[in-house]
């Protein structure tokens, strides 16, 4: 018996980088019209299960137009609500520094409260530690 050589061709395709608005524009087209993911995928040449894990990220709200502050290392701030609080009898004897009082409420996390002077560099790292 002979042995027969038989070359096989293989192309290297490069990876296509979609932008936000292209992946998003396909998940839409993929939830409006009647065809299947299969099928709106192969079209763009794209895999199918990469446009499921697209879905998910648009229905997460995560292929908006501009990147949102979870998917980057931005700042994010908290609502703050600013109330007067009636002054107790033992709170206007103390001096005006041991008067001064935070209160922080994250709804369902925790309750903090900083009772007279304190270091900014504390309550930051108080509350870092709390979003965590």
């Known amino acids: 018996m002979g042995t027969s050589a038989s ?8 990876r296509r980088f979609r932008t936000r ?7 839409e087209e993929t939830l409006s019209s009647g065809e299947s993911v299969a099928t709106v995928a192969r ?4 895999n199918a299960n990469l ?8 229905h997460a709200g995560l292929l908006d137009q501009a ?7 931005e700042v994010r701030l908290l609502p703050v609500v600013v109330q007067d ?3 107790r009898e033992e709170e206007a004897a103390a001096p005006a520094a041991s008067s001064a009082a935070v209160h922080i409420e994250l709804p369902g996390h925790a309750y903090v409260s900083v009772v007279g002077s304190a270091d900014p560099a504390v309550i930051r790292a108080v509350l870092e530690s709390l979003r965590g």
């Not at 070359?7 to 490069?14: D, H, N, P, S, Y």
């Not at 446009?51 to 998910?56: D, E, G, N, P, T």
């Open 43 to 46: 079209a763009h040449g794209v």
């Open 7 to 14: 070359a096989v061709a293989v192309e290297k395709v490069k």
């Open 51 to 58: 446009v499921f894990h697209w879905r998910k990220l648009y």
């Open 21 to 27: 608005e292209e992946r998003r524009r396909i998940v």
């Open 67 to 73: 990147p949102s502050a979870a998917a980057s290392n």
């Open 85 to 87: 609080e009636p002054a």
